[in-house]
């Protein structure tokens, strides 16, 4: 029988935030690893002499990216047609102009549920998506949370909605299964503390870093050695992260790396403490797992998608407490039987994710877009 021949938009590869990135660059990873369909990779033309693409098995086009709506409504369509793909896998914009079967990678919908956590011109930028959903033969989404959210927003209306997990890379492991050389020259280069607790995201408001620096500011009086270690960028509608630290009394115990991507960031997190992920609303929420896979305890917020994917693998707390997260913290960082319970638990949840899992089931949509596909999270 012949292969589909699955179009995949790949422009985040190199220059999506850091969550589109992480998911591209893995999805692609591991698309290109099976040959149960003909791949098509659409990346930005800026990035044709780039040896990371030259490498691919799949084929490799290059198109004009940059802006990710217009280029999806516009530009890719005609390219994808050339290539005689019989369906595309869009990151969020699908296009009128492709008339066979297309699919739209939505991660979250937060714009509509929760527009105060987003600015008045990524609300416009985001509004046409209501409208071009009808286009789709489906939706690809990341959890059975947020499915639910788009349909009591009546988001995508009467189109079939199919939940894939994100995977974990294998490079997040426990601390005595990394290299020790690796782990030295982390800790050196970023200048880590011996004992920290660990926040991986962006620095916005929805990620409720106030309450995380004001939880910290209780563990600190408590622990006078333990610190705080900040890995993301500032984002939109984030908070004036200096003044609260220098607010608080932490200029000495906050230490904010920015934004780590690549080959370190496992490590930093397997020379953790503890983990803590406080956020209001994740529609996924990778950052928790890659810490369990790290071998490190969590504490992580009760809301949204978080007990969907952590299970009672983490120790939750309610986000608009802080006393409770410091709580939380200090009950990991003190009961050593208590920690290693959940660095257990954590390991044996993180196992269930995988990069793999995910494209089987996306290749699973691509091939039997009639059928009733089993979400990816019946198969944990």
């Given amino acids: 029988m012949k292969k589909i021949r699955v179009g995949i938009d790949a422009k985040w590869y190199f220059d999506g935030n850091v969550s589109g990135r992480v998911?591209?660059?893995?999805?692609?990873?591991?698309?290109?690893?099976?040959?149960a369909v003909e791949w098509v990779y659409f990346f930005k033309e800026k990035h044709?002499?780039?040896?990371?693409?030259?490498?691919?098995?799949?084929k490799v086009v290059f198109i004009w990216g940059g802006n990710n709506m217009l280029s999806n409504l516009f530009v890719l369509p005609f390219y994808?047609?050339?290539?005689?793909?019989?369906?595309?896998?869009?990151?969020?914009?699908?296009?009128?102009?492709?008339?066979?079967?297309?699919?739209?990678?939505?991660?979250?919908?937060?714009?509509?549920?929760?527009?105060?956590?987003?600015?008045?011109?990524?609300?416009?930028?985001?509004?046409?998506?209501?409208?071009?959903?009808?286009?789709?033969?489906?939706?690809?989404?990341?959890?059975?949370?947020e499915k639910s959210r788009m349909e009591k927003w009546g988001f995508g209306k009467n189109i079939p909605?199919?939940?894939v997990y994100h995977g974990i890379s294998s490079d997040f492991k426990?601390?005595?299964?990394?290299?020790?050389?690796?782990?030295?020259?982390?800790?050196?280069?970023?200048?880590?503390?011996?004992?920290?607790?660990?926040?991986?995201?962006?620095?916005?408001?929805i990620k409720n870093i106030l309450n995380l620096l004001k939880a910290f500011r209780i563990v600190a009086d408590k622990d006078?050695?333990?610190?705080?270690?900040?890995?993301?960028?500032?984002?939109?509608?984030?908070?004036?992260?200096?003044?609260?630290?220098?607010?608080?009394?932490?200029?000495?115990?906050?230490?904010?790396?920015?934004?780590?991507?690549?080959?370190?960031l496992p490590y930093i997190y397997s020379l953790a403490t503890v983990f803590c992920f406080p956020s209001f609303n994740e529609s996924f929420g990778l950052p928790p797992l890659e810490a369990m896979a790290s071998g490190v305890p969590v504490v992580a917020s009760d809301?949204?998608?978080?007990?969907?994917?952590?299970?009672?693998?983490?120790?939750?707390a309610d986000p608009d407490d802080y006393i409770m997260i410091a709580s939380k913290l200090l009950t990991l960082i003190t009961d050593q039987s208590l920690r290693n319970e959940f660095i257990e638990r954590g390991l044996v949840r993180a196992k269930e994710f995988t990069w793999k899992k995910s494209v089987d089931t996306l290749i699973h949509i691509f091939n039997n877009p009639n059928s009733d596909q089993p979400n990816q999270t019946r198969n944990l």
């Fill in 80 to 145: 994808a047609i050339r290539h005689q793909c019989d369906c595309i896998l869009f990151q969020y914009f699908p296009s009128f102009l492709f008339w066979k079967r297309q699919y739209s990678f939505i991660h979250a919908i937060g714009f509509i549920s929760n527009p105060e956590y987003f600015t008045l011109t990524e609300r416009i930028y985001l509004f046409p998506l209501r409208f071009l959903m009808k286009l789709t033969a489906g939706i690809i989404t990341v959890s059975e949370f």
């Fill in 48 to 58: 044709r002499n780039d040896p990371e693409i030259l490498q691919l098995k799949g």
């Fill in 224 to 264: 006078p050695d333990i610190q705080l270690v900040v890995v993301g960028d500032k984002d939109w509608k984030s908070l004036d992260i200096d003044y609260h630290i220098k607010t608080l009394g932490l200029s000495d115990r906050v230490q904010l790396k920015g934004s780590v991507f690549g080959t370190d």
């Fill in 303 to 316: 809301r949204s998608s978080l007990p969907e994917i952590c299970l009672d693998a983490v120790l939750y």
């Fill in 161 to 163: 909605k199919h939940v």
């Fill in 174 to 205: 426990p601390k005595d299964l990394q290299p020790i050389g690796e782990l030295t020259r982390t800790s050196s280069q970023y200048d880590l503390p011996e004992r920290f607790i660990l926040f991986v995201g962006r620095l916005n408001i």
């Fill in 23 to 35: 998911v591209v660059r893995n999805l692609i990873q591991n698309f290109d690893q099976s040959d």
